[in-house]
């Protein structure tokens, strides 16, 4: 079974602080890794996706990966209280296709205190 | 543009009861999903449709869930019997053939309660 592991949280910052989420998987062939949002008691969606080594910046959001040490991470700059939520990694299972299984970890429960 | 419906919403039966689920997913998505996500958990795929065909079912307790996608459109998740594990939210989602890798759509779910 292919793992995806998040660290465990909770994680609480204060407002305006920088929120860094960790996410490690361990299928080495994997090619495509997800950040999900999931707001209590709603679906998860997609707020960022990453494809090659390196960082991908969106407006506050930045997601990191680095695929020799089968890492990603998602940093949420000047975090704010809307950001609170659950923050769910997934990662792609390779084949090429759009059809591969995407596996999500545990998740990691953000709270931004004013 | 509609997102993916799900019915019921929350549902509450004793174990050993019976209990479906119904998706509608976005128009024109070719794939379906359905997810089970636990309290605290992370969803974990149960079965994926590709049009009407079965991509990937491996985690799908075959001897008490069942699911089926007629015509390419809506799908059908069955629990026969409940057990009190099965408690959970149901997640349906639909994405597009073709379209980013891992865009998931998700609807609201599907909240199950087995006492």
């Known amino acids: 079974q292919k793992e995806v592991e998040q660290n465990s949280g909770p994680l609480s910052v204060p407002e305006g602080a920088i929120a860094s989420l960790n996410c490690t998987y361990s299928?080495?062939?994997?090619?495509?890794f997800f950040w999900y949002r999931q707001y209590s008691g709603k679906s998860p969606e997609l707020i960022m996706s990453?494809?090659?080594?390196g960082d991908k910046e969106d407006g506050r959001f930045t997601a990191q990966l680095n695929k020799a040490s089968q890492y990603v991470s998602l940093l949420i700059r000047d975090s704010q209280p809307s950001d609170s939520a659950t923050y769910l990694c997934a990662v792609k299972e390779a084949g090429g296709t759009s059809y591969g299984k995407l596996t999500f970890g545990q998740g990691t429960i953000l709270t931004v205190h004013p | 543009e509609a997102g993916v419906a799900q019915s019921p919403r929350y549902k509450i039966i004793e174990k050993r009861q019976s209990v479906a689920f119904w998706c509608n997913p976005i128009s024109g998505h070719a794939t379906l999903y359905w997810y089970q996500q636990i309290l605290g958990q992370g969803p974990k795929l149960l079965i994926q449709?590709?049009?009407?065909?079965?991509?990937?079912d491996s985690q799908l307790p075959k001897d008490r869930f069942s699911a089926e996608r007629l015509k390419g459109v809506d799908s059908t998740l069955k629990i026969q019997p409940a057990k009190l594990e099965d408690s959970a939210v149901y997640l349906c989602?639909?994405?597009?053939?073709?379209?980013?890798?891992?865009?998931?759509?998700f609807g609201e779910g599907s909240r199950l309660t087995v006492l």
């Open positions: 989602a639909s994405s597009l053939a073709g379209g980013p890798p891992g865009e998931l759509f």
């Open positions: 449709f590709q049009n009407n065909g079965v991509v990937d």
């Open positions: 990453i494809y090659s080594n």
């Open positions: 299928d080495r062939v994997s090619q495509s």
